[in-house]
């Protein structure tokens, strides 16, 4: 039966091209926008992890009740025992030491004189350190326009706008201008040995980049840190694993009455993206029911015209003593294989849309110039295993569901105007 639905659909185009044109193309919609929401969504969680939140961030009580202000004077000390503990405790992560710090660039002239100024805001990372990933973590070396990775002490990365507005040159020395942990004034003399663009709005206007041990020497923070990050060895975030471990690490180490003692916050509990993560899953669910809803009823109309069409071959195969339930599941059946076919020729669509927006992205950075949140100005698809079949739920179902709606016209078939039908 199966062998011979399949070859009345290849044979009669009239009944069988549109709709698998319309599964197809309702599929291939599906799985493009289902790629890109989960890859514009995800993009934006990932570079808050990487640049800002971590999978979980460490900070002493009271500076994550102002950490918008940066207060360095609030910061962890023994930070080196601290992360021994966690990499006893937690194996599964990967802790790296930050301190963001604000401050003032001097670019002198060739007399000494100040020639320019202008606002950093800056960012100390491991860099020296061939075993930390923290540099390939934030994409650095990828980003640089100009210039070289700091090799030594002393030097510093500055954002490639920044540089060019301060009439820079690479090898150039200036000073930063700043206060310590302890509130006093402070300065040191820097090179520049590379510029960056991360693409970033944010980020990029005037963003400072050197090496911690620099940091932890200018600031007075000997033994300290402003945050202490941690990462997954696997590379993704686990929303649920993250909440406990976070959950655990409060019961243990977390005092009501010590302003400094360590909290531990998951990703989820920064920036508002809780709030994105639950909003990108909810939309993901809301999307697939709304197109197997609108398919259903597309498929339903395209369905009834068909039937319409075919009410004199209906007719026929009633008079030669076919029961209508017969011909009702053979027009199943056959809106099963129509809903086979469409949704692998449109999955195979899909999937080609998301790769080529996965590699290519809508560059979105003319609209986030002067944005002040955090996310990539290129947004990418992203292909997931279960985008290979994720558009066979509305492709197979909406089918269904339009011809189970629009065959039960079989039913209402009289026995006189059949005849009457034949006789024409």
């Given amino acids: ?56 961030k460490i900070m002493s009580r009271s500076y994550a009740e102002n950490k918008d202000q940066l207060p360095n004077d609030l910061a962890l000390l023994g930070v080196e025992a601290l992360k ?15 301190i963001k710090f604000g401050g003032l660039i001097d670019v002198p002239d060739e007399e000494g004189i100040s020639k320019g100024q202008g606002p950093a805001a800056g960012i100390a990372i491991n860099l020296l350190d061939e075993n930390s990933k923290e540099a390939q973590r934030m994409n650095i070396e990828t980003s640089l326009v100009q210039g070289k990775m700091p090799k030594k002490s002393g030097e510093a990365i500055i954002g490639h706008d920044f540089y060019e507005k301060l009439d820079l040159k690479i090898g150039d020395v200036f000073t930063f201008f700043g206060t310590t942990m302890e509130g006093s004034m402070t300065f040191k003399n820097y090179q520049v040995c590379g510029t960056i663009r991360f693409g970033a709005g944010a980020m990029d206007r005037g963003i400072l980049i050197i090496d911690i041990k620099d940091a932890q020497e200018m600031l007075d923070m000997e033994d300290g840190t402003g945050e202490i990050v941690g990462f997954s060895k696997l590379n993704v975030y ?26 531990m916050m998951p990703l989820r509990a920064q920036n508002n993206l809780g709030e994105m993560l639950d909003y990108s899953n909810f939309m993901s669910g809301i999307f697939i029911f709304i197109f197997v809803f609108a398919m259903s009823i597309v498929l339903w109309n395209t369905g009834l015209l068909g039937g319409l069409r075919r009410y004199q071959e209906f007719g026929i195969r009633l008079a030669l003593g076919e029961s209508k339930g017969h011909i009702y599941r053979a027009l199943i059946f056959e809106a099963i294989l129509i809903g086979l076919i469409g949704s692998i020729v449109g999955t195979c669509i899909g999937l080609a849309g998301a790769y080529y927006l ?48 629009s065959g039960i016209g079989i039913y209402k078939r009289e026995t006189a105007r059949l005849f009457k039908e034949l006789e024409v």
Avoid: C
Avoid at 13 to 42: D, E, N, Q, W
Avoid at 375 to 395: H, N
């Fill in 84 to 98: 021994n503990t966690l990499d006893t405790e937690y194996p599964q992560m990967e802790w790296e030491s930050r």
């Fill in 358 to 405: 996965q590699i290519v992205g809508i560059d979105a950075s003319e609209y986030l110039e002067n944005s002040s949140m955090l996310m990539p100005s290129v947004l990418r698809a992203k292909v997931l295993p279960y985008m290979f079949f994720i558009g066979f739920i509305p492709g197979l179902i909406a089918t269904v569901i339009g011809t189970m709606l």
């Fill in 1 to 56: 039966m199966i062998r011979f639905l399949l070859k009345g659909i290849l044979r009669d185009k009239s009944r069988s091209i549109l709709p698998i044109a319309v599964v197809a193309i309702g599929v291939a919609l599906t799985v493009v926008l289902s790629a890109y929401m989960k890859g514009a969504f995800g993009d934006m969680i990932d570079q808050n992890a990487r640049f800002e939140t971590g999978h979980v």
């Fill in 238 to 263: 686990d929303d649920q694993e993250t909440q406990i471990m976070a959950a655990e690490f409060n019961a243990r180490f977390m005092d009501d009455q010590d302003e400094f003692s360590p909290i």
